[in-house]
Each structure stands twice: as structure tokens, then as C-alpha cells.
């Protein structure tokens, strides 16, 4: 039995805050985790390495080093940090700016707010309104999308940004203004540097539990969510997504393309991992396939993310041709085909499989590649490759659980690849919850696990594979079918470009599958042919044929490259696209 001395120590290791450091009550061999520290690491390793590499809105070539995108980013901090701000929202497409805000609005010891700029107005001020930011950053770009918020929050400070190389005079705009006055004020109060913000330990008053950030989830059908990220489930994330998609380069260091917006779960927490590895951000405004294959073969692209979406259509892009050099492409948001696999690998984009949420950091499992595999013939292995596998390394194994049990009950299917049922997670890159929303984080976390609402088959290997969302299960006659698993089939068409599927009523068999589809530059194609294509010479089931097929021009999709099928469905009752 401990001594009273002994209590009251203990006692006080609660009460006391934490330090830079640590206090005496934090162990010698313990530091609060934040993923901030990586830029800072970075400029003092590599000060002279190239940093960021951008075309600007006035055409120019930016191209920074560490230590200039260190110093912009501890300018923005201690303005942010002078003017008292502790929730700041940020509206930009992938800029420089975007970057060195990640950085510098953490370091300042507030909240990163982003939001996606392809919202209306109406959710983007809900988003502001709702995480209560108390100033914002914006692209010049996407200053309309907020006068309704200024007009009725006038005294909330916003910072636009010209995206331009100057960062001087007329052309450098509010933001580089509130860079120069933060390195100023620094100067100005002693010259602390890095030591005088929250760059190597995370916020004394909560520690690494505290909130990093608060992303929103798309919000299609009802109001968005915001999800609470913290300092250390953003470090292990970020840890986790250097190795799982190889960015710790044996022989160089990576140039990583910016294809995936950074507002989307923190850019899957890779404005960090870049950093980590001392690597190159070649950033990228707007989806542009032209200048992509341009970049990939003129600027030594060794990685990007992208949706399943957008790698089909850079495939077909007229620009694609085989890379000299190998490509890592970290591929998520929907669950991809092994045909879109294979035409990635013969052009030598190479894919890192990962699978997760905005409540799980982004990427949380990858589908490995095994060496055994290499025997197999090429549709087995990538359709292997198309699983979504295990759970990462800083993570804890997936789980998939019966669907049919009282709400908190989790009994897990069988490892059969045939019984279906849901995802859940568990481990330190869960998101701490939803913000201001206790009863979605008790529904969220029923049972102690993340629930994911995603449906899933769990393989003998241990790896599991998605067969839908739940709502998008088609259940014909008794038989359920995949939407991702017939759009699968359906891309195997040779002049099929991409395939979304919903379920349209049926007098006979309850619901039958429709399918919408693209198809590829140059090609003509009818319904009726796919149908006849599907009955007799695909790998399709009788049950699961397409009752109709719709050519249409595009897929309606979400800011992250996911089809929506909610308004699939709306096309599918009003029976017109």
C-alpha cells in the first residue's frame, strides 16, 4: 500500500500541466506526440531541400526549400498566435498556402478547420458556423463562397491568399502579409523560433489527446460531420502511411503529386508524411490529366493518391504512356476493379491498395501483395490486389461482424470469403469522435469499435474485401448483390470507361440492378449491347444482369472521386439522367 507522500504525487501528476517538454510529472522517456514536429525535423536535416514545387495562378514556376516553407509556416504561427486565434478554417485548393497553414495553425497551438471548396455556400458557412472558427483562410478563388458567412459574422478576421510567387509588394496578398507580421512579431519578442510555439509537443492543456483538427465528412445526405482528429492519432497515421505506401525512398527522396485535395481528411494526413520523409510537394490546383502525365514524366513523380476515378481516367487519358520510372500510386475512396489495376501496372503506376475513412485519418488498411502471387495468372493476382486487406501497422486487426446483432453486440463472420457483413475498426488511428455530437460518437463507437457501415466478406488469409455500403446492397430474389462487385464485371466491357449501379424497383423479383455508364473516348455503345454482352460472353451471374443500362456522359461524383449514388437513384426514379 503506497504512502500518503506517495498519493499526493500521484495526485498532482494529474493537476499539473504538461510543458514544452513535459513537466516533472510526464516520464523522462515519454514525449506527447504531434505530427507538427515533422516540418521542423525536416529544416534542420535538409534546410536547402526542395520543399514545394508549384505552378502558380500568374504561371510562374514556385519552387521552395524546407527551411523558406519552415519560416512561412512559424510566420503564419505567430501571427495566428498574436491575434489570439484558435479555430481557423481554411478554403484553398492545394497550394503552397494549404501546406504551410496545416503547419502553421498547429504550431500556433489552434484547430485546423479545412472544408471542401466544391460545397455550396450554405454548407461551407454551416461548417464555420458550427466548428465556431474565428478566422479564416482563404484562395482568392473561393472568396464568394463566404460573403454570406462575412456579412454575418463580420468580425471574424479572413486571410486571403493570391497564390502567386510574389511575397512582397501589391502581387503577395493578406497572407503573405500575416506571414511577414508573425516572423516580425517574433523577431520582435526575442527571437524564440520554433521554441516559442507548439511544433514539438502537442497542446499543454490536453496533451496528444487534444484536437488537431476538424475535417467534415461530405454530408450528402444530411448535414456534415465534423470529426475530431488529434495530435497523436495524426503521428501514428502519419507513421503508418510512410511506410504502407513506401515514401522512406532507399535511393533519393520522393516527389509526392498533389491529385488528392487536402481539405479531404488532411489530405490522408500526407501534408505530414511528405515532411516526415524530407520529401518534395508538387502541388496541383485542380485535376488537369494533360499536365499530370506532363508532371509524372518531366518532374520524377514518385508517388500520388487518387481515387479509383481518377486513375481510370488517366489511363484513358491520350497523354498516357509508360512511365520510365516506377510510380507508387496509393489508391482509395472506392473500391477499385482488377482491370483498372491491371491497366495502372502496364503503364507503370504501381498500386498501393488502402481502404478507411475521414473517422479513421484516411487509409487504415492496405491490401499487401504477397510473393506468391506472382505465379498466378494476371486477372487472379490483381483481383487479389483489389481486396482491401489489413489493418496498418499502427493500427489494431479489422474486424468484420455480423450485422444482425443488438446494437454494441460484435460477433465476427466467418473467414470464408462468403459471409457478409460490417467493418470495424479499433486502435490508436480512430478518430476521437464527432464534434459536438455525443449521441453519432456513442452510435460511432457501439460495442468499443469504429463502425464503418461498409459490407465485407473476411478471407482465410485474414484479409477482408468490400461488397458495398450497406444501403447500396441490391437484394434481388432473394439473392443480395454487390453494386461494387457487378461495376466490377461491368468495366471488363471493352468500351466501358467507368460503371455505377443502383437498385430500381421490380415486380418479380423485388429490386433488379440499373446500371449508368461512360464509355471511352471515340466508342460507341447501346444499352441493350452491354445487356446482351453481360447474358452471354461476361463473367456476370443470370441474377445479377442489369435489368436496364443507361449510357451516359458523366458519373455524378463526389469531391474525392466516389460515385454518388444517392443521386443515381434519383436519376434511376425519375427515369432520366
Known amino acids: 500500500m503506497s504512502g500518503a507522500p506517495s498519493r499526493?504525487?500521484?495526485?498532482?501528476?494529474?493537476?499539473?500541466?504538461?510543458?514544452?517538454g513535459g513537466s516533472s510529472s510526464q516520464p523522462n522517456h515519454i514525449h506527447q506526440l504531434t505530427p507538427t514536429f515533422f516540418l521542423e525535423r525536416a529544416a534542420a536535416i535538409e534546410p536547402d531541400a526542395e520543399a514545394i514545387y508549384h505552378v502558380t495562378t500568374n504561371g510562374k514556376v514556385l519552387r521552395r526549400s524546407y527551411m523558406e516553407f519552415a519560416d512561412r509556416a512559424r510566420g503564419l504561427a505567430y501571427y495566428l498566435q498574436k491575434r489570439g486565434h484558435k479555430r481557423v478554417g481554411l478554403l484553398a485548393p492545394n497550394t503552397p498556402s494549404f501546406l504551410e497553414s496545416i503547419y502553421g495553425i498547429a504550431a500556433a497551438g489552434a484547430v485546423i478547420v479545412p472544408v471542401n471548396y466544391r460545397l455550396k455556400a450554405e454548407d461551407i458557412?454551416?461548417?464555420?458556423?458550427?466548428?465556431?472558427?474565428?478566422?479564416?483562410?482563404?484562395?482568392?478563388?473561393?472568396?464568394?463562397?463566404?460573403?454570406?458567412?462575412?456579412?454575418?459574422?463580420p468580425l471574424v478576421p479572413v486571410i486571403v491568399d493570391l497564390d502567386t510567387d510574389a511575397t512582397e509588394g501589391a502581387m503577395c496578398g493578406p497572407f503573405d502579409e500575416a506571414v511577414l507580421e508573425g516572423l516580425n512579431h517574433d523577431r520582435d519578442t526575442g527571437r524564440k523560433g520554433w521554441a516559442g510555439l507548439q511544433s514539438q509537443t502537442a497542446p499543454a492543456d490536453g496533451g496528444e489527446d487534444e484536437m488537431i483538427a476538424i475535417p467534415f465528412t461530405s454530408g450528402t445526405?444530411?448535414?456534415?460531420?465534423?470529426?475530431?482528429?488529434?495530435?497523436?492519432?495524426?503521428?501514428?497515421?502519419?507513421?503508418?502511411?510512410?511506410?504502407?505506401?513506401?515514401?522512406?525512398?532507399?535511393?533519393g527522396r520522393c516527389r509526392y503529386l498533389w491529385t488528392l485535395p487536402m481539405f479531404h481528411a488532411i489530405g490522408w494526413t500526407f501534408p505530414w508524411a511528405v515532411c516526415a520523409v524530407r520529401g518534395t510537394h508538387v502541388c496541383l490546383r485542380k485535376i488537369d490529366y494533360p499536365l499530370i502525365w506532363r508532371l509524372l514524366k518531366e518532374e520524377g513523380i514518385t508517388h500520388f493518391n487518387a481515387a479509383p476515378t481518377v486513375n481510370t481516367l488517366l489511363c484513358s487519358s491520350p497523354e498516357a504512356e509508360v512511365l520510365p520510372q516506377p510510380v507508387?500510386?496509393?489508391v482509395a475512396a472506392s473500391p477499385p476493379t482488377a482491370h483498372l489495376f491491371e491497366q495502372m501496372t502496364n503503364l507503370n503506376l504501381h498500386p498501393v491498395h488502402v481502404y478507411g475513412l475521414t473517422e479513421t485519418y484516411g487509409p487504415i488498411t492496405r491490401g499487401?501483395?504477397?510473393?506468391?502471387?506472382?505465379?498466378?495468372?494476371?486477372?487472379?493476382?490483381?483481383a487479389k490486389m483489389a481486396r482491401q486487406g489489413h489493418g496498418f501497422i499502427t493500427s489494431l486487426p479489422v474486424r468484420v461482424i455480423k450485422p444482425d446483432q443488438p446494437e454494441g453486440v460484435?460477433?465476427?463472420?466467418?473467414?470464408?470469403?462468403?459471409?457478409?457483413?460490417?467493418?470495424?475498426?479499433?486502435?490508436?488511428?480512430?478518430?476521437?469522435?464527432?464534434?459536438?455530437?455525443e449521441?453519432?460518437?456513442?452510435?460511432?463507437?457501439?460495442?468499443?469499435?469504429?463502425?464503418?457501415?461498409?459490407?465485407?466478406?473476411?478471407?482465410p488469409d485474414g484479409s477482408l474485401q468490400i461488397q458495398d455500403r450497406a444501403k447500396d446492397i441490391i437484394i434481388?430474389?432473394?439473392?443480395?448483390?454487390?453494386?461494387?462487385?457487378?461495376?466490377?464485371?461491368?468495366?471488363?466491357?471493352?468500351?466501358?470507361?467507368?460503371?455505377?449501379?443502383?437498385?430500381?424497383?421490380?415486380?418479380?423479383?423485388?429490386?433488379?440492378?440499373?446500371?449508368?455508364l461512360t464509355i471511352k473516348e471515340g466508342k460507341e455503345l447501346k444499352g441493350q449491347e452491354v445487356i446482351e454482352w453481360a447474358k452471354h460472353q461476361s463473367s456476370i451471374s443470370k441474377f445479377m444482369v442489369p435489368r436496364e443500362v443507361e449510357i451516359v456522359k458523366e458519373l455524378p461524383k463526389t469531391s474525392t472521386g466516389k460515385i454518388k449514388k444517392n443521386v443515381l437513384r434519383e436519376w434511376a426514379k425519375k427515369g432520366c439522367q
Open 8 to 20: 499526493l504525487r500521484n495526485v498532482l501528476g494529474h493537476l499539473l500541466p504538461l510543458g514544452r
Open 125 to 153: 458557412n454551416y461548417i464555420f458556423e458550427f466548428a465556431e472558427v474565428d478566422s479564416i483562410i482563404v484562395d482568392a478563388e473561393f472568396v464568394d463562397l463566404i460573403a454570406s458567412f462575412r456579412k454575418q459574422y
Open 221 to 251: 445526405t444530411s448535414k456534415p460531420k465534423g470529426v475530431v482528429y488529434t495530435h497523436r492519432g495524426a503521428y501514428l497515421a502519419t507513421l503508418a502511411n510512410v511506410i504502407e505506401s513506401g515514401l522512406n525512398l532507399p535511393n
Open 328 to 330: 507508387r500510386v496509393t
Open 368 to 382: 499487401y501483395v504477397l510473393p506468391e502471387w506472382n505465379s498466378l495468372p494476371p486477372h487472379e493476382r490483381f
Open 410 to 437: 460484435l460477433i465476427d463472420v466467418a473467414k470464408d470469403g462468403k459471409e457478409m457483413g460490417e467493418i470495424v475498426f479499433l486502435g490508436n488511428i480512430c478518430a476521437k469522435g464527432y464534434y459536438k455530437d
Open 439 to 459: 449521441e453519432a460518437t456513442r452510435k460511432l463507437f457501439a460495442g468499443g469499435a469504429l463502425h464503418s457501415g461498409d459490407l465485407a466478406v473476411w478471407h
Open 476 to 516: 434481388s430474389g432473394g439473392e443480395n448483390i454487390s453494386s461494387v462487385a457487378l461495376e466490377s464485371m461491368l468495366v471488363e466491357h471493352p468500351d466501358v470507361l467507368e460503371a455505377g449501379v443502383v437498385a430500381v424497383p421490380d415486380s418479380h423479383w423485388g429490386e433488379r440492378p440499373k446500371a449508368y
